[in-house]
């Protein structure tokens, strides 16, 4: 069978065009190799029988079988309708587990990472299965495991002995303009060389128009000369020796020197597309204005070995796949977008990214229910998460960080989408409530939300309708970016410890904007909204309600609320509700606020709304 196969292999392959001939000791043990190809049979014949001879021989390998839960990464021998671990449905997908050949484990991710270093160190392209270029010899020699991207020769050492390297924000990358310095903030205070971060969101929220403008940014970016980390200060008693920033990579020889060293040079960005062509990416650049910028590259692909044997050839200071759903690896048998191809595409551009300090940047599609598309261990690979949110009716965008190893994950950018891309909005709070002199007599509040370091005040409207008499029907919640839940909290507070009845009313909710809520200091303002309506009482236009409402109606302190009320302050409000508890001090940045302290929500509707209605003391 083996002869027959080798036979038909060196008939049907004759025409093909020749390659360099590749190293033959993994056969010696099973085929002789003299005796199966004669010296005269062409190279290229001998090459792609000898791949067929290897895979006739190993036929007899056991393969095996399991099934993976595409939203959470649980494995099953056996396939189910539900995943025991998260719940889900129809989520498990089978996949084949090839048996570990002789060249090593880690995975076909780890084995396209072996053959991009061993291509890279030759100074030519990436071969197969770990050899060099033109069947040099194997990658197992070379200072890189096949399996991490860790050196050989490293040994543990002392935490104290890497910090004095400073790392700090020096070794970050800081964007330009009012644009880079927002997304900067975002991820942290910079672009971190060697990271590798996952962007997602919705279809049409705007991830591929970031990202085409990030490229351009960071053609023009350079390493921060600041020694403050992000969201510390100077003064907080743990200063140390940061002269030296960290040892100097070939990404920052070429920011620092441009590429191949000429001096004066930007760095270069590789732009990879799996969705696009080039010339819709063109087409792109020149409605965002940056068609003129010589420094990116843009390229269409979904073979992931060519994209490396780009990468090699170009030396980018920066990698943006696009997206990581589309990209596939030619050893591994499922199609792009399984479970086996994301997993293994991302390690190998994660051994990648840590291997030449290069910010890789990957596009991750979401499923029907807005969660990142792809096994959940993506998640757990990547150094930053960041998703954009917004609707296709609103042009504010929110790009929010939902992991980041180098950075505080509580911050948020505020953007709109125009014509040339996305551009930072300065006042957001202003922005949220610029139209709501168009309804005077609606029924909203105003809260004050904390999203990272940056107070926003966004508004919430409510409408309480009457149940018709003898409807079967349960009244109805509509919330819009308000938690549901939360809501029914609130709702049986207030039937609770008010006069309220809220089973008698339809209850809608929305947050102008198509904003969300999720923060429980806008609790207060929920409350205050739904009664407004329910009594038919106005709130004042210049008051900014800020606490939480607890089960037994008493109004509990937050967070920061100086630094709220003071944000609050310089948009023209005048009164604000906290709880009694909050201990505010007089300062000069609250002079002439006028604050009304609240042990309770009855206590806080008598000061918003009057005595209408509501219980005495």
Same mark, same amino acid.
């Given at each position: 069978?083996?002869?027959?196969?080798?036979?038909?292999?060196?008939?049907?392959?004759?025409?093909?065009?020749?390659?360099?001939?590749?190293?033959?000791?993994?056969?010696?043990?099973?085929?002789?190799?003299?005796?199966?190809?004669?010296?005269?049979?062409?190279?290229?014949?001998?090459?792609?029988?000898?791949?067929?001879?290897?895979?006739?021989?190993?036929?007899?390998?056991?393969?095996?079988?399991? /099934?993976?839960?595409?939203?959470?990464?649980?494995?099953?021998?056996?396939?189910?309708?539900?995943?025991?671990?998260?719940?889900?449905?129809?989520?498990?997908?089978?996949?084949?587990?090839?048996?570990?050949?002789?060249?090593?484990?880690?995975?076909?991710?780890?084995?396209?990472?072996?053959?991009?270093?061993?291509?890279?160190?030759?100074?030519?392209?990436?071969?197969?299965?770990?050899?060099?270029?033109?069947?040099?010899?194997?990658?197992?020699?070379?200072? /890189?495991?096949?399996?991490?991207?860790?050196?050989? %020769?490293?040994?543990?050492?002392?935490?104290?002995?890497?910090?004095?390297?400073?790392?700090?924000?020096?070794?970050?990358?800081?964007?330009?303009?009012?644009?880079?310095?927002?997304?900067?903030?975002?991820?942290?205070?910079?672009? !971190?060389?060697?990271?590798?971060?996952?962007?997602?969101?919705?279809?049409?929220?705007?991830?591929?128009?970031?990202?085409?403008?990030?490229?351009?940014?960071?053609?023009?970016? %350079?390493?921060?000369?600041?020694?403050?980390?992000?969201?510390?200060?100077?003064?907080?008693?743990?200063?140390?020796?940061?002269?030296?920033?960290?040892?100097?990579?070939?990404?920052?020889?070429?920011?620092?020197?441009?590429?191949?060293?000429?001096?004066?040079?930007?760095?270069?960005?590789? /732009?990879?597309?799996?969705?696009?062509?080039?010339?819709?990416?063109?087409?792109?650049?020149?409605?965002?204005?940056? %068609?003129?910028?010589?420094?990116?590259? !843009?390229?269409?692909?979904?073979?992931?070995?060519?994209?490396?044997?780009?990468?090699?050839?170009?030396?980018?200071?920066?990698?943006?796949?696009?997206?990581?759903?589309?990209?596939?690896?030619?050893?591994?048998?499922?199609?792009?977008?399984?479970?086996?191809?994301?997993?293994?595409?991302?390690?190998?551009?994660?051994?990648?990214?840590?291997?030449?300090?290069?910010?890789?940047?990957?596009?991750?599609?979401?499923?029907?229910?807005?969660?990142?598309?792809?096994?959940?261990?993506?998640?757990?690979?990547?150094?930053?998460?960041? /998703?954009?949110?917004?609707?296709?009716?609103?042009?504010?965008?929110?790009?929010?960080?939902?992991?980041?190893?180098?950075?505080?994950?509580?911050?948020?950018?505020?953007?709109?989408?125009?014509?040339?891309?996305?551009?930072?909005?300065?006042?957001?709070?202003?922005?949220?409530?610029?139209?709501?002199?168009?309804?005077?007599?609606?029924?909203?509040?105003?809260?004050?939300?904390?999203?990272?370091?940056?107070?926003?005040?966004?508004?919430?409207?409510?409408?309480?309708?009457?149940?018709?008499?003898?409807?079967?029907?349960?009244?109805?919640?509509?919330?819009?970016?308000?938690?549901?839940?939360?809501?029914?909290?609130?709702?049986?507070?207030?039937?609770?410890?008010?006069?309220?009845?809220?089973?008698?009313?339809?209850?809608?909710?929305?947050?102008?904007?198509?904003?969300?809520?999720?923060?429980?200091?806008?609790?207060?303002?929920? %409350?205050?909204?739904?009664?407004?309506?329910?009594?038919?009482?106005?709130?004042?236009?210049?008051?900014?309600?800020?606490?939480?409402?607890?089960?037994?109606?008493?109004?509990?302190?937050?967070?920061?609320?100086?630094?709220?009320?003071?944000?609050?302050?310089?948009?023209?409000?005048?009164?604000?509700?906290?709880?009694?508890?909050?201990?505010?001090?007089?300062?000069?940045?609250?002079?002439?606020?006028?604050?009304?302290?609240?042990?309770?929500?009855?206590?806080?509707?008598?000061?918003?709304?009057?005595?209408?209605?509501?219980?005495?003391?």
């Amino acid at each position: 069978m083996l002869r027959l196969a080798v036979r038909f292999a060196g008939m049907s392959l004759a025409a093909t065009a020749a390659r360099k001939p590749q190293s033959l000791s993994w056969l010696s043990r099973s085929i002789n190799v003299e005796l199966l190809f004669p010296p005269k049979r062409p190279a290229a014949t001998r090459e792609r029988c000898l791949v067929l001879a290897r895979a006739a021989s190993s036929s007899s390998a056991k393969t095996k079988q399991l /099934y993976v839960c595409s939203d959470c990464g649980e494995q099953s021998a056996q396939w189910a309708g539900q995943c025991k671990a998260c719940g889900k449905w129809n989520t498990l997908e089978k996949v084949v587990v090839q048996p570990a050949g002789d060249a090593g484990g880690g995975g076909g991710g780890a084995r396209a990472a072996a053959r991009f270093a061993a291509g890279k160190s030759a100074g030519g392209g990436a071969s197969s299965d770990g050899e060099g270029p033109g069947g040099g010899a194997p990658f197992a020699g070379r200072a /890189y495991r096949r399996s991490a991207w860790v050196l050989e %020769a490293e040994a543990p050492q002392r935490l104290s002995d890497v910090s004095r390297r400073g790392f700090r924000q020096r070794w970050r990358l800081q964007l330009p303009g009012d644009n880079g310095r927002e997304l900067g903030r975002v991820l942290g205070g910079g672009v !971190v060389p060697g990271s590798l971060t996952l962007v997602g969101g919705e279809p049409g929220v705007g991830k591929s128009t970031l990202l085409l403008q990030m490229a351009d940014m960071l053609t023009r970016a %350079a390493p921060s000369n600041s020694a403050t980390p992000a969201g510390g200060s100077k003064g907080d008693g743990r200063e140390q020796d940061v002269a030296q920033p960290p040892p100097p990579s070939a990404q920052h020889e070429q920011l620092q020197g441009g590429q191949g060293g000429a001096p004066g040079a930007n760095p270069t960005v590789l /732009y990879v597309s799996g969705e696009e062509s080039v010339e819709q990416i063109g087409s792109r650049a020149e409605r965002m204005g940056v %068609a003129g910028n010589t420094d990116v590259f !843009v390229y269409s692909a979904t073979r992931l070995d060519g994209i490396l044997d780009e990468i090699i050839r170009l030396q980018p200071a920066a990698v943006i796949v696009d997206s990581i759903q589309t990209v596939y690896l030619d050893e591994v048998s499922s199609s792009a977008g399984s479970v086996t191809q994301v997993r293994e595409c991302a390690t190998a551009l994660l051994q990648v990214a840590k291997r030449e300090r290069i910010p890789v940047f990957l596009v991750g599609h979401v499923t029907k229910s807005g969660d990142l598309a792809g096994p959940r261990v993506l998640e757990h690979i990547v150094d930053t998460v960041v /998703y954009m949110e917004g609707g296709r009716q609103q042009p504010v965008r929110l790009v929010r960080c939902m992991k980041n190893r180098y950075g505080s994950t509580d911050e948020v950018g505020v953007f709109e989408m125009h014509d040339d891309g996305m551009q930072v909005v300065p006042n957001p709070s202003a922005l949220f409530l610029s139209d709501r002199d168009l309804a005077p007599n609606v029924s909203s509040a105003v809260a004050v939300v904390l999203e990272g370091t940056r107070p926003l005040l966004m508004e919430v409207q409510a409408l309480c309708s009457p149940v018709p008499q003898g409807s079967p029907a349960p009244p109805s919640r509509f919330p819009s970016g308000v938690n549901r839940q939360r809501l029914a909290l609130l709702l049986a507070v207030l039937g609770k410890h008010t006069e309220m009845r809220p089973y008698s009313v339809d209850v809608h909710l929305n947050v102008t904007g198509g904003l969300e809520m999720n923060e429980p200091a806008t609790d207060l303002a929920v %409350a205050c909204a739904i009664a407004s309506s329910y009594f038919e009482q106005p709130i004042a236009r210049d008051v900014a309600l800020i606490g939480e409402v607890g089960l037994g109606g008493e109004l509990r302190p937050v967070g920061n609320i100086e630094r709220r009320i003071a944000e609050a302050a310089k948009l023209g409000f005048r009164t604000f509700v906290i709880p009694a508890s909050s201990n505010v001090h007089a300062s000069q940045r609250l002079k002439g606020a006028r604050i009304l302290e609240c042990k309770t929500v009855v206590e806080a509707f008598r000061a918003v709304l009057g005595t209408a209605g509501l219980p005495q003391a």
